[in-house]
């Protein structure tokens, strides 16, 4: 098999991902209580550890969603105990590994230079960095998602059978922590059909990325849900049943923002608040840079039409379009579905935007890297640089959940669907 890595990439991977653990795992005892969305992971993970998970829909310890990403956290807290840092700590590292490893999807389309901003970026994006700071589970997916489309950009580099069994392989990992990963596993086609330069080999490769990763989602989740003292019929039944609660069930958060307004970061996820004293209140928000964030329709805008009016098409481009669209459209279709009574269905989350940002990030960093090579870009691109870091600075306080005052919050608070 080829060597994947050299030195100078090891060395830099390793750097990365040392700069984005650092992010995330720096005060992370800031919030030592169990917060949003843990309470119900955490203790589904303890009922896994302890062999007590029940497989009846509407029983109080059924878990909501496939079991691997429990294995992880009960993981956690075998190591650290039943504390902030056993809830959290995988994770702070599968949101720093996820940084590394989307370094080097990028170092693979495009540049190292470009990879080196993308990895900025994401390393200090409020989404991702909140999400990789809590007990949740979609850190867990983006990490095996990214993996998926670094071993299938290889494959399509190099023409490689290994490199499409490994991104079947983290595709069905993806599977096994949240469905929405299927949505990845479609991109993941979809690029390979319109990228893959040996016609003969296409059929091959859709066998890779679509009967694999079934067949290890089934393998991993039969084998865990048996662990966890079910058996292979009740788990067939608990997946059936959880799918269609999770489809159809009619749910409308109170933090609820249409998919519409997700690349116009027009509404938040608000995931701790608390008043501390008169003077000082404590907030942790899910949302974007908008320093970031407000550039993404006309990025993609240039980049579609560029890709159209040239005859020579990028790969790379099409590659991060795909992803981004197939990771983004079906919400929005589902969406839509919703509100034509198609069928019914639960509001959205604003976080539930994070596979597809990868893609734009990328998308991004490939023409701020073209435009270092401009005698403007030269001054513009840094300066730009420095104002998302800035951004970052100035929004930390309610990234890492630091105590402020209630003034200073609401400098921050740019847009009504921001903080609440």
């Not at 998926?148 to 059978?161: G, I």
């Not at 995931?271 to 008169?278: L, V």
């Not at 513009?380 to 309610?398: G, R, T």
């Amino acid at each position: 098999m080829e060597k994947i890595l050299s030195r100078r990439t090891l060395v830099i991977v390793l750097l990365v991902f040392t700069f984005a653990f650092l992010l995330r795992f720096l005060w992370l005892g800031n919030i030592t209580q169990i917060y949003f969305d843990e309470a119900k992971y955490l203790f589904d993970a303890v009922k896994y550890q302890q062999g007590m998970l029940s497989f009846e829909r509407y029983n109080a310890a059924v878990p909501q969603h496939p079991l691997l990403s429990l294995m992880f956290m009960q993981y956690g807290i075998s190591a650290f105990g039943f504390n902030y840092l056993g809830w959290r700590f995988f994770s702070v590292l599968f949101g720093a590994m996820s940084v590394a490893v989307f370094y080097l999807l990028v170092k693979k389309l495009f540049t190292e230079r470009a990879a080196l901003i993308a990895a900025l970026l994401l390393s200090v994006d409020f989404l991702h960095l909140a999400l990789s700071r809590i007990a949740m589970i979609d850190i867990y997916l983006i990490f095996f998602l990214l993996s998926a489309f670094y071993f299938l950009s290889r494959s399509l580099k190099h023409e490689r059978s290994e490199g499409l069994l490994l991104a079947g392989t983290f595709f069905g990992l993806a599977l096994a922590i949240q469905w929405p990963s299927a949505f990845g596993i479609l991109s993941g086609l979809i690029i390979y059909y319109a990228l893959s330069q040996d016609p003969k080999k296409i059929s091959k490769g859709l066998i890779r990325l679509l009967l694999y990763p079934a067949f290890l989602y089934i393998a991993v989740l039969l084998l865990l849900n048996l662990s966890a003292g079910t058996n292979a019929f009740s788990w067939m039944r608990f997946e059936i049943n959880n799918f269609m609660y999770h489809s159809v069930i009619l749910f409308q958060p109170a933090y609820n923002a249409s998919a519409l307004t997700w690349p116009l970061l027009l509404r938040s996820t608000p995931m701790f608040i608390s008043q501390m004293g008169e003077n000082l209140v404590r907030v942790v928000i899910a949302f974007g840079n908008p320093a970031v964030y407000w550039l993404m329709v006309p990025v993609f805008l240039f980049l579609i039409n560029e890709y159209q009016n040239r005859k020579e098409k990028d790969p790379s481009v099409l590659f991060v379009l795909i992803g981004f669209f197939g990771m983004y459209l079906p919400w929005l279709i589902y969406e839509a579905l919703v509100k034509l009574y198609v069928i019914a269905g639960r509001g959205l989350f604003f976080y539930y935007f994070l596979p597809a940002v990868p893609f734009y990030i990328a998308a991004l960093a490939s023409l701020l890297d073209r435009w270092l090579d401009t005698r403007v870009g030269r001054i513009v691109v840094p300066v730009y640089l420095a104002i998302v870091l800035a951004m970052f600075i100035y929004f930390s306080p309610i990234i890492y959940g630091f105590p402020v005052t209630p003034d200073y919050i609401s400098h921050l608070k740019w847009l009504p669907g921001w903080i609440p």
